[in-house]
């Protein structure tokens, strides 16, 4: 990434409200969306003072804390929001896509996302932790879209997350992600295949509160707190959920141990 300064000419990335602008591409096809290995709460900068990060009249927002990006956003500032945009745009698309599993809706809604951190910015409360105030807002806008989706039935989520797990780019909604096996005799490769597709379906089968943690968790990277605080539930459901998540995926692919 390079360094990013306070050019004061730069204007954040401004996502589009139409339900219908999902497309990234004149044709209307979306390109693979390239999904975060590592989680942005896994990488965030530490806090740094203020002499630090600024040099007579450029700011290295590369140094700076979410917390202290979004101070700057507040104060109107547009580089701090592109820092931020760059930081978690990766992270947004993946929790999205492993939220409401349809590629179509993925961009969209990671753009309604960054619009309403942009104009809700006076919204947030410094020092609280930007990663549980981000995915609680991108969270409640994937239960916005389920909950539109249950009452207009055209397309269930089911195909949805079918399609998506099948479109070959790996980007389903997969458990099995980062454990892509490099075999090379074919029957061990449809053997990995068979476990990936049947560790999607018992994701896709949890109940939506275990599902939301397990996907906080294994893939978003978040803190048994921050996903306490993103869900409402206590330190202790968070536990208790993952626990029984873990359990029912053993279960389901117990024949390919």
């Not at 360094?3 to 693979?32: F, L, V, W, Y």
């Not at 909950?147 to 909604?173: A, K, Q, V, Y």
Request: hydrophobic residues 35%; charged residues 30%; negative net charge.
């Amino acid at each position: 990434m390079e360094s990013k300064t306070s050019s004061r000419g730069a204007s954040p990335a401004q996502p589009e409200r139409n339900r219908s602008a999902a497309s990234s591409s004149d044709s209307g096809e979306i390109g693979p969306l390239k999904l975060p290995v590592t989680p942005a709460s896994k990488t965030n900068p530490k806090r740094l003072k203020d002499e630090d990060v600024i040099t007579g009249d450029f700011i290295n927002f590369e140094e700076l804390a979410d917390e202290d990006l979004m101070k700057l956003c507040q104060d109107g500032d547009e580089d701090a929001f592109e820092a931020i945009f760059q930081r978690y745009s990766g992270p947004a698309l993946s929790f999205i896509q492993r939220m409401i599993g349809d590629r179509g809706r993925t961009e969209a809604l990671g753009q309604e996302a960054f619009l309403r951190i942009f104009k809700d910015a006076k919204s947030y409360q410094y020092p609280r932790s930007f990663s549980t105030w981000f995915y609680t807002i991108v969270r409640n806008l994937c239960k916005n879209e389920l909950r539109w989706r249950s009452r207009h039935p055209t397309i269930s989520i089911e195909e949805n997350l079918d399609r998506s797990r099948g479109s070959g780019d790996g980007d389903g909604l997969h458990i099995a992600d980062n454990l892509k096996a490099q075999a090379t005799d074919p029957l061990d490769r449809i053997v990995g295949e068979e476990l990936t597709g049947k560790l999607g379906d018992a994701v896709k089968e949890l109940p939506e509160l275990e599902r939301e943690i397990l996907i906080l968790k294994c893939f978003q990277g978040l803190k048994y707190r921050e996903i306490a605080e993103v869900v409402g539930v206590p330190v202790g459901t968070v536990r208790s959920r993952i626990h029984s998540a873990l359990e029912k995926l053993r279960k389901s692919v117990k024949d390919y141990l």
